[in-house]
Each structure stands twice: as C-alpha cells, then as structure tokens.
C-alpha cells in the first residue's frame, strides 16, 4: 500500500478490531522497514490488509531477520474467500526476497494462522500483581536509583539488549519504526509517564518504565512497560519501587521475562492474570533460519527429514540437519527421509516450542521414523516474548 491508502487501511482495521474513528498520526506515516498490503476488489476497494514489520529477534544468541505479522484484517462482505491468505502468503514470499528467516504474529483467530503453517508457540509474558504483595525489600547498599529522562532511552535499549540476547524470541529493539522520536505528549517512550534506574559503580544495571494511569481507588494501577535488571541487587530495588505505590494503586501489570533477574524477585504465584497473548511462529526460510540462529554449544548430531509447505514451497524438499559447536546446517538431500514434517511442525521444534513426540501426538509429525530423532532440531530453549505488535 501507498501513503495514499493508509486513511482506508485505518477505516478497515477500526472496523475489524475497534478503535476511535480518527487514525493517530502515526497510522498514517510510511514508517521505515514497515510493509503494508493491501487487497483490492474490482473497483479500486480496500478490502483485506497485512502489515509486516521487518525487525530482528534473539535466537541463540544472534540477531535473526524477522517478519512480525500484524493488523491483518478483511472486509466482512469477503471474509472467507481466501483474501487473507492471499496477503499473508504475498507477504511472506516478500520477506523471503529481503532475506527474513523467520515470522511471528499475535492471532485473534489461531485456526485461520494454522492454516497457513504458523504453530501456537507461547503466550506473552505478563503478570498482574497486588501491588501490596510486593515484597518491601528495600534498595541494596551500592545501588543508586535515581529518575530517568529521555537522554536515558538509549540506555535503557542497550540494557534491555544485554538481557534479552540470553533468551530465544525476543526483538531486538532496534532500526525500523524502534528508532522513531517519541511523542511530545511522552517524551520518555509510548506508555512510559514514569523512568526509574538503577546504577552501580555509575553502571546502569536497571530501569523500571510505566504509566500511571488515573485514580487512586480500587481500579487504580500501574502499567509497566519495562522492567530490567542485569543484578539481583537491581532487580530487588526496582521491585521495591513499585511497591512503594501501595498507598495509591491497587495492581500492577508486570512484563515477564522468567529466568530473569527480576522473575526471581517477583511474587509470580500470587498473579491474578497472566500470559493473556497467545503467540505464533512459523519459517519464512528453513534453510536461512537453521544457519542464522545459534544453536546449544554442546549440542552435536544429525538427522534427515522432509518438509511440505503448500505456503511456502521453496521450503519443500528432503533435508539434512547438521549441528557442531553452536552451528547449524542444512542441505537439500535426494534421499528419502522417514520423518515428514508440514510447517506447523516445523515452526514447534525450530522455536523450541515442543518436542518430537509431541509434534507426532499432535499430528505435526508423520512417517515410520523415531519422532524423537527431530528433538535434535528442537534443542533451544522456549521462545519468550516480552513486546506486543
């Protein structure tokens, strides 16, 4: 689509998922490294669109070319006619050709995605918590907390980075639509009324961003966008900042990121709502993604396989998967695999998501062989993802 039809595009998605009836300015700037599609009727009609955010996300420890899928959404006089798919297999030859190895997306409705070979992989992290069950701990000798400004936002990426490169899923949070100047209205970041950080030895070792929200009755409550720390002695004090605002707020709504600093501090039993995002995965390339990612150093093995992806068939073939030192390969083979994998299947193991008997159990794996020799493609830890799109 063109800047041209970004008015329509916003009328349609209003339609499909509610909103005000004036598009923020945002919605109607071409936004760098963002793709929107559109599908058109005879008559010139917007009748079906797709965005695609070309970012990166951690896998392994390295930076992997990524398509994240949104605001996919159809008229509904064309509504099951086959318009959405044909956007979304439209948007995902594209991000191929620029070099993406990798998709993911937020579903409203999971079956129509599974039909174009994304598998259910997790659910967005996020706890709702009493803010009076927070443990009162009290900032650790050595630590500094002081407020942040938006001289700090760089800061905070680059923590942010340091955390979120240890873990498989997460964007990396930079170039594209992340590297936009924020709104006047919030000059710290969208959602962010409030920047606390955390230093040691003039260190950033912490930051804690949220929006206050209005009140300070019963439905009063914190939304925190982010909150890192690279030390247990930052995560503690962070916390405890937050708790600090029992007098005045009834809940907070925490980002989870769990094995993380910060998770161990938390009262995570005590969440009222968590985990409320399901998320998706599938391949944009199979090949691109073995070899881009990186994979458990100690890991070693090989196992040959098939793959039949109608949405994307230049993943179609046989296949052998090679592991060494943290490396993967994948090769084209003429020779006939036991193992028969579709794109759902596919998806579930790269991601870490699940586990060869399972993907067999659940149909995703078909063939004579031992399901549990595709465990070797499925070695990495399971995907997390801490930012909405």
């Known amino acids: 689509m063109t800047e041209d039809d970004l008015a329509e595009a916003w009328a349609l998605g209003r339609w499909a998922f509610g909103g005000p009836a004036e598009a923020p300015p945002r919605a109607l700037q071409v936004l ?148 936009l100047p924020p709104r006047d209205e919030q000059p710290l970041g969208d959602g962010v009324d409030l920047l606390t950080l955390a230093e040691q030895d003039g260190v950033v070792t912490g930051a804690l961003a949220y929006e206050r929200g209005r009140g300070y009755d019963a439905s009063a409550g914190l939304d925190v966008s982010d909150l890192l720390a690279t030390t247990p002695a930052a995560a503690r004090a962070l916390v405890d900042v937050l708790a600090g605002w029992r007098t005045v707020t009834r809940t907070v709504d925490v980002p989870v990121l769990l094995g993380d600093a910060v998770s161990a501090v938390l009262p995570l039993e005590r969440a009222t709502a968590r985990g409320t995002h399901v998320f998706m995965h599938r391949l944009v390339d199979v090949e691109r993604a073995v070899a881009a990612r990186g994979w458990p150093a100690h890991v070693r093995g090989s196992v040959r396989f098939s793959v039949v992806d109608d949405a994307a068939p230049w993943n179609s073939g046989s296949w052998q998967l090679e592991l060494d030192a943290g490396e993967g390969r994948l090769t084209r083979t003429t020779e006939d695999a036991d193992l028969v994998l579709g794109p759902q299947g596919l998806a579930l193991l790269w991601t870490g998501a699940g586990r060869g008997h399972g993907a067999a159990t659940a149909g995703l794996v078909t063939g004579p062989g031992d399901p549990a020799g595709l465990d070797l493609l499925a070695c990495g830890q399971a995907p997390q993802l801490v930012d909405y799109f």
């Open 32 to 179: 760098p490294e963002t793709h929107r599609w559109g599908a058109y009727d005879a008559g010139g009609r917007l009748v079906g669109k797709v965005t695609d955010h070309e970012e990166r996300s951690w896998w392994g420890g390295r930076q992997v070319p990524s398509a994240h899928v949104s605001g996919v959404a159809v008229a509904p006089e064309v509504r099951g006619g086959g318009v959405a798919r044909r956007l979304l297999t439209t948007a995902l030859a594209a991000a191929r050709d620029r070099g993406a190895a990798v998709s993911a997306l937020y579903p409203t409705v999971s079956a129509a995605y599974r039909s174009l070979g994304y598998s259910v992989t997790g659910l967005l992290g996020s706890a709702v918590l009493d803010t009076a069950a927070l443990p009162v701990l009290r900032a650790p000798e050595g630590v500094v907390l002081r407020a942040g400004t938006p001289a700090d936002r760089p800061a905070v990426v680059d923590l942010y980075e340091q955390i979120a490169r240890g873990f498989d899923g997460p964007l990396t949070r930079r170039g594209g639509r992340w590297e």
